[in-house]
């Protein structure tokens, strides 16, 4: 079975500008989450996804940072304007059902200058 | 509300050491417990799993046994080697939550050979 698909693996950009980073799920996986880890700490959820519907997006800062999942499979998180403390890895994560064991991509590890 | 405490780091032990990371939570209900384990420039990987007190999960080597009455699910492996060197980050889903992973800071385990 494969696992949880994550690209870019690296991005390094210049501060004010946008990036993008793209997730696809364990297939069936009606679950996926959005992480944010900064070096040093456990992961932080930004957004929680059950389908293609927000089950909870209260700690995404909404003024930078949006996703979607369309159609209810893959998805993208966008960071426009980027800045300098928003260097940090990236991490998706899906479960089959809420409440069940989630599974974690190999990150995106983002540097902004 | 729900919170997960981990002993702090590094943990440096030689090959072939007892290990023991702790971990206590509080939970207002009935919590499933987690140990994921993040090698270097990886993403989370899980570790192993209790659902219910008195459960033990055990994966590679290592053990960790929930106990509902001190409220701790401690990690341990009878002989380190220097590949188990990562971060390992304990974590508790329940229903208060939301069933969304609380987690741990993390303790991050040198061995050195």
Known sequence: EAGVAQSPRYKIIEKRQSVAFWCNPISGHATLYWYQQILGQGPKLLIQFQNNGVVDDSQLPKDRFSAERLKGVDSTLKIQPAKLEDSAVYLCASTPLTGATQYFGPGTRLLVL | ????????????????????????????????????????????????????????????????????????????????????????????????????????????LIIKP
């Open chain 2, 1 to 108: 509300g729900d919170s997960v405490t981990q002993m702090e780091g590094p943990v440096t032990l030689s090959e072939e050491a007892f290990l023991t990371i702790n971990c206590t939570y509080t939970a207002t209900g009935y919590p499933s417990l987690f140990w994921y384990v993040q090698y270097p420039g990886e993403g989370l990987q899980l570790l192993l799993k209790a659902t219910k007190a008195d459960d033990k999960g055990s994966n590679k080597g290592f053990e960790a046994t929930y106990r509902k009455e001190t409220t701790s699910f401690h990690l341990e492996k009878g002989s380190v080697q220097v590949s188990d060197s990562a971060v390992y980050f304990c974590a508790l889903s329940d229903r208060d939550s939301n069933y969304q992973l609380i987690w741990g800071a993390g303790t991050k």
